[in-house]
């Protein structure tokens, strides 16, 4: 089976465009490929965090994981900073790639804007990322659009190492989820749905009271046409209902507009779904929560697992580089 790799920041509650743009494709690909899941604190050291706050994230978004159907015993579930080979192979790959190569980074520029301290590791974190990727001869790596450029950066490093050291790494290949992937702002529907600075009400986090969920919905921004169809550019409030009620029911968002003439059924219908979507999840949740030691025992294990590969990898780059070896 192909090997699958992808990573989850300890930041922020998760929310339904994480769910649908990426953990249901968790759990889909745990059955189809050698899949391995990381929960990446060392990334969120990279602005400032009060003392324990990322600890407690990382066990919060580990159960929030499981619940969502994440299965130890089809995929690999481990926390970055639990396998010391990741900031191992972080400086040599920071050794191999260029000032310019980060400076050119997108998300970098975007997130110093947000911050009044600018830490070095904001700026280096791709070559760590490239290391979190290559650390475990990934195959492919889903992602976002706005995460494809990490993905060439990493792919470059890869191919620049072997060239100049022999064949090391196995050159990744970036994977763009399915359909639901994109889940707007229900307030803002030009935006995609975060943490955002509006309270929280365009987002529908999976920790949110089940009523309140509802009552996001139907307070949704649609427009003051009255045409159900998909049209991103024109209806974008309406086309994201369409989405995310189509990546719950696996149809078309335009066989999905094809059922509704008014806006209000549309709302009331995709609320109903997420709702029910988000239940069960919630009740694992609560049930994980109870027990933090059987959470924490999942991810030593887990990182065991990583390490293992982990381990061999980083050997064989300092093998191929010439380090002298530890006796």
């Known amino acids: 089976m192909p090997r699958v790799l992808s990573g989850i920041q300890p930041t922020g509650d998760l929310h339904l465009g994480n769910l649908l743009g990426a953990v249901l494709n ?12 990381c929960i990446v604190d060392m990334h969120a050291l990279t602005v400032p965090k ?24 089809q995929c690999t579930l481990f926390v970055q900073s639990h396998v ?14 260029s000032m310019g190569e980060l400076r050119r980074m ?4 975007d997130k110093s804007e947000q911050q009044e301290f600018i830490s070095a590791g904001l700026f280096t974190y791709p070559a760590l990322q490239a290391a ?39 050159i990744p290949q970036a994977s763009i ?38 009552k996001k919905f139907s307070r949704a921004v649609t427009d003051s046409d009255s045409e159900v169809r998909f ?33 209000g059924p549309l709302k009331k219908d995709t609320a109903e779904a997420v709702v029910e979507l988000i239940r069960p999840i919630q009740a694992r949740m609560a049930e994980l929560k109870a027990d933090p030691s059987a959470t924490l025992a999942l991810l030593a294990v887990g990182a ?14 300092k093998n191929n580089i010439g380090l002298l070896p530890r006796r």
Request: hydrophobic fraction near 35%.
């Open 132 to 170: 979190d990727i290559l650390l475990y001869d990934t195959d492919k790596v889903p992602v976002g659009e706005d995460q494809r450029q990490h993905i060439e950066l990493t792919r470059d490093v890869a191919e620049r190492f072997n060239k100049r050291f022999g064949e090391t790494f196995v």
């Open 26 to 37: 968790w759990v889909q690909d745990q059955q189809q490929a050698d899949s391995l899941y």
């Open 231 to 263: 049209d991103v550019a024109e209806k974008p409030g309406v086309s994201n209902l369409l989405s995310i009620l189509s990546a719950l029911t696996q149809r078309t968002p335009e066989e999905t507009a094809a059922e509704y003439t008014q806006y």
């Open 50 to 73: 009060q003392p324990g706050e990322i600890g407690e994230r990382t066990l919060e978004l580990a159960q929030v994981l499981l619940a969502c159907g994440l299965d130890p015993e």
């Open 304 to 317: 065991e697992k990583a390490g293992s590969i982990a381990s061999a990898v980083v050997e064989r780059a």
């Open 84 to 97: 010391p080979e990741h900031t191992e192979l972080g400086w040599i790959i920071q050794c191999v790639t």
């Open 177 to 214: 989820p399915r359909i639901g992937a994109r889940v707007m702002d229900l307030q803002i529907p030009t935006n995609k749905m975060s943490k955002s600075s509006d309270g929280g009400a365009g987002t529908v986090y999976l920790s949110d009271d089940l009523a309140a969920i509802a």
């Open 106 to 109: 997108t998300q970098f520029k």
